[in-house]
């Protein structure tokens, strides 16, 4: 599941005129050697996907999110509107789970109406679908990052409630967030670890909020500050993808240059700033897969009723 989890949460971008798109790509090709990549869903032949009872997807945000400077295209806009090219895909295939995700402005895109054409058009393909905004600082990451996530299921084949909401309320990913007792640490402590080992700044930076023009869709916000030797530095690509929840150096090429360092640190910044944060997904994941187990359970009693 924990592989599951990471490459799930690395999608290359489907337009290769994007500088990052290549390099998000070779994350997965580095740690999934065998894993078929496809360059463009707008022109892929549904034959060439593999059989699969579970697809997962999380459609470009950039004409849904809050941070976009100036309206919101919604899904008429050339990026999110890739969805349809995932439901054309849907219909010809027809996979018996479907889980999607995106930035939590999707419910709101457009007053709304852009959620339903999403509802209306995994209905017309005969799923029952739940959605529910999960928060990733309640799965055990420094970081407030909430996002939509959508599960659909044939009608025939389970509740996708069961996926996404407990029977009773709980306390989130207790696991994942406490230890102990307590509380998940900060990204401040995540990331500096033994505050003797510099001067710090012992106050909260201003939040970087979503309609800011510099907002990068990374969500770093309400961080406190680290001043080494007087200086204030950003976060490191590594640092951002511990608090993403990614291993250290998850997107790091194996064959780094120095030369070419700033490029690649960009690279890796746009990488998990699109990702979709692992211990999220393995949640998800895991949810997903025993409810199916259920199911498959009933079925193969049900038959032998008969």
């Not at 600082?137 to 959508?150: A, D, L, M, N, T």
């Not at 029977?167 to 990331?191: M, V, W, Y």
């Not at 690279?267 to 949640?283: D, F, I, M, Q």
Request: net charge positive; aromatic share 8%.
């Amino acid at each position: 599941m924990r592989g599951f989890c990471h490459a799930a949460a690395l999608i290359a971008n489907p337009h290769r005129r994007l500088p990052w798109a290549p390099r998000r790509r070779e994350i997965l090709k580095q740690h999934w050697p065998d894993l078929p990549l496809e360059n463009d869903i707008r022109v892929l032949d549904d034959a060439k996907i593999p059989e699969a009872d579970v697809w997962a997807a999380g459609f470009p945000c950039q004409d849904l999110s809050l941070a976009r400077m100036g309206p919101r295209s919604g899904l008429r806009g050339a990026q999110s509107g890739l969805f349809h090219d995932f439901m054309r895909l849907v219909r010809a295939r027809n996979p018996r789970t479907i889980i999607l995700e995106n930035v939590h402005g999707l419910l709101s895109s457009h007053g709304g109406r852009d959620f339903a054409v999403v509802l209306q058009a995994l209905d017309g393909c005969g799923y029952d679908v739940a959605w529910r905004v999960l928060d990733s600082k309640y799965f055990g990451v420094p970081q407030q990052r909430r996002r939509v996530y959508i599960v659909a299921m044939h009608r025939d084949g389970g509740n996708p409630g069961e996926i996404l909401f407990e029977p009773e309320r709980g306390d989130g990913h207790s696991a994942a967030g406490r230890s102990n007792g307590k509380k998940s640490p900060s990204l401040f402590q995540t990331i500096i670890g033994d505050p003797e080992r510099g001067p710090l700044v012992k106050s909260i930076a201003h939040c970087i909020y979503a309609e800011s023009a510099r907002h990068t869709g990374t969500d770093w916000s309400r961080n406190y500050v680290w001043y080494p030797d007087g200086r204030v530095r950003r976060f490191l690509p590594n640092e951002t993808e511990l608090a993403q929840g990614f291993p250290l150096d998850w997107t790091r090429p194996v064959h780094f240059d120095e030369r070419q360092a700033d490029r690649i640190d960009s690279l890796r910044y746009h990488a998990v700033g699109n990702s979709v944060t692992p211990p999220v997904a393995e949640w998800v994941g895991h949810r997903m897969m025993e409810a199916m187990r259920r199911q498959d359970l009933l079925s193969i009693r049900a038959v032998a009723a008969e």
